[in-house]
């Protein structure tokens, strides 16, 4: 009878055991998994701004993590092939050399990938600029047909199966993945894209080595009044954000700003893209229908087609030889060539 009583009490301690080890992991496990919001510090050059960020979404070392991860990783392409990092190359600064974007199954977009450089600046988005901000763009690209072809609801439901993606989502925001908070996190991640460390920035900065002496003659073009890019392409991020027609044609097959207005005197007209890491985010233009810096000097020296809509400051430049190579060589000193590396790791 004795030792009935001693193995039931024995059990009873073991199963007692069992129940407190059992609570205390899975208190340990909630413990783990409570959301965090590790401030995050943006690196801002010094001659850029403060970067604008909205009150709904401040940047977390957490958020910026998980951004980092969904940016990177096929899962949000319906057929688990193209990830943002396929059209936004890191390498490329966060574009790519396709004259226009390929998506799943080889789908040829409209348009030239821009790069995602400093895009945190961006007071609008796309070239006619009929998206906001960051937030509400990363639903285009996931669902676009000819980009990731996949449906949110779909992807959510990915998301919520991954062991990864499951933890980080409550690491960041102490929630399952919503529509809401995947597309926050992937926005953090595009505000910490910043490139500001060129030759030209440290030439600014003090350093007068840093721009050889054709560069500088070229940066003296670029800002002139004879030339006028600068009129367009001006301020820390090289562009005023405008939309221009610059005469690429007379008859445009992308009607550009127009799509977003409906107006005719729109036809034509993009954003001033950003003309930071130029060099190497070749070929040009909405369409990538300039394939070099060489024929995009000789298109605005040639003062552009005949277009009704054509920009006043786009004439004929009468750029000599040495002009012309001086002032490819002063879009060279833009390109940050490393700033990329940072952004593969944590
Ligand atoms: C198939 C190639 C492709 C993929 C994949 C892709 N993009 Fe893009 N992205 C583009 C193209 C092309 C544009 C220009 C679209 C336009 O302006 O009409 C663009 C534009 C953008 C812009 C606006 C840039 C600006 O200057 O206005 C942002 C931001 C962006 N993409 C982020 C992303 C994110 C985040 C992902 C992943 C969720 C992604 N992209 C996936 C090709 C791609
Ligand atoms: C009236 C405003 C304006 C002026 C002036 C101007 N640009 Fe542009 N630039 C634009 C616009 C808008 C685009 C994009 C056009 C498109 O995609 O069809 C562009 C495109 C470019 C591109 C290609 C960018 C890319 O990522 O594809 C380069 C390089 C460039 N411009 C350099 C210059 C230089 C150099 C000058 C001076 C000789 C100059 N621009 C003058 C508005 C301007």
Redesign the pocket.
Known sequence: MGTFLNSIRCLLNKFLIYIIGVSLFSIACKENIKKRETPYILDIPDAFPEMPIPSHNPLTVEKVELGRKL?FDPI??VDST???A???IPQIAFADHEP????IHGKI?M????T?YN?GY?PY????GKVPD?ET??IA??QHE???GLNLRDLLKRLEKHPYYKKQFQLAFGEKPTPGNFVRA?ACF?RTLISGNSSYDQYINGDTNALTAQQKLGMELFFSERLQCSKCHGGFNFTNYGFENIGLYVHYEDIGLARATADTNDIGKF?VPTLRNISITYPYMHNGSLQTLNDVIEFYNEGGKKNPNKSSLIKPLKLSEAEKKALISFLESLTEEQAYTKYLQP
Do not use: D, W, Y
């Not at 348009?111 to 821009?114: A, D, L, Y």
């Not at 988005?125 to 006619?128: D, S, Y």
């Open positions: 940016f949000l392409s193209i990830s943002c396929s059209c936004h226009q974007a390929k998506g977009g348009r030239n990938t821009p995602l895009i961006a988005l796309f070239m006619e960051l763009q990363v690209p996931v000819e980009e990731m992937l595009e954003k």
